[in-house]
């Protein structure tokens, strides 16, 4: 597969070009806000939206692939029912190395057990192009987590080599490959550029660091086996709301609610999907109005064995947290930090 180079005015013309296909083509743009302007995905309609300089975004890309709320079928009371899924193309511009980790961690996890068409049927229809981390978020701490960098899942990887002037490309996929021969006048990249990518990639590995988690991730697992019964999920638990911000904005959460929804006319309906999240109230509340995770501090215990344990022990150690510190921004009273609270437990347990 090909590695390009692209200077600023090749690129905005690829850019343009794709916008000017049949496909969607979604990235990263500026969002104003009322305290500083944001970074949000969102349609683009033309190459001068698309910001690869940014930091982090307020909602990782996994809503492309998982909407917040969509109609899985609908039906007739009495009747017949009509499964919706949703195949439109799309190119998705400017993913990170961790939302891409994450992504393809949910399409390992969407794909075992019981294979779930919607998920997949979206996943199959969007290219990616993935981009290498130019500014550093106020949270991150991909290096870490080991996520700094990515190697699959993406179609191209774009690098800037500085400032946007100029963008190394590689396509690993033949849809890749295929979008990036309409790059007209790219050129080969030479051993230079490939080489100030790989110094790019490496100070990404040690320098994407806001918080040092004290292990390997690796190692999570084994210090969660002896936690279960530590202080710390009582102690940070006091000040949780419950808002589940944590959760809907992290881009390795991906349970949902399932509802029938009937009609007004009460002779048709709909079956609905909306994400949903561990720290809500009612997230375990089920018939009879039994909740298993009533207490606060067992849902906050919960998400963090989730990441560290429980999703790892499905897809083959891989920790699900990737370190884009979303969460820690999001957290009003300041306790979600999965750093923190591994690194407290830390100090009390070898792994
Ligand atoms: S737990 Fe927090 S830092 Fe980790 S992936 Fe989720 S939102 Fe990002
Ligand atoms: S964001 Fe913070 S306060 Fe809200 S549910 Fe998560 S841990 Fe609790």
Known sequence: MSIKKLNKDVFKSFVDSMIASDQSVVGVKEKVQAKGNKFAFGPLENADQLRLDYDVTL??????????TETLLTYEVKGESKQHVDEQKLI???VHPYDMIAINQMDELFSQDEYDTHYMTRRNNITVIACDVVNASENIFASSMETAVV??????????????KE????????????LLATAVDATD????????????????????????????PSELSSLLEQAYEHPVWEEKAKTCFSCG???????????????????????????ERSWDGCLLKDFANVAGDHNFRKQKESRFRHRLYRKGKYVPTKIGGQVACVGCGRCVGACVPDIANPVAVYN????????
Not at 59 to 68: A, G, R
Not at 151 to 164: H, Q
Not at 344 to 351: A, N, Q, S, T
Request: with cysteine; hydrophobic share 30%; glycine share 6%.
């Open 189 to 216: 990249a030479d051993d230079k550029d490939i080489a100030k990518r790989s110094a790019i990639q490496e100070a990404n590995k040690k320098d994407l660091d806001k918080h040092t988690l004290n292990c390997k």
């Open 344 to 351: 407290r437990l830390l100090e009390d347990i070898k792994p």
């Open 167 to 178: 963008y190394v490309a590689e396509a690993i996929t033949e849809k890749g490959e295929a």
């Open 151 to 164: 190697e699959k899942g993406f179609d191209i990887l774009l690098t800037d080599l500085g400032k946007g």
């Open 59 to 68: 909602i990782p890309p996994k809503k492309y692939m998982l909407p917040q």
């Open 92 to 94: 998705l511009v400017g």
């Open 245 to 271: 911000s944590c959760n809907t904005t992290c881009p390795t959460c991906y349970c949902f609610d399932v509802q029938d929804l009937v009609n007004w006319n009460l002779k048709d309906g709909q079956r």
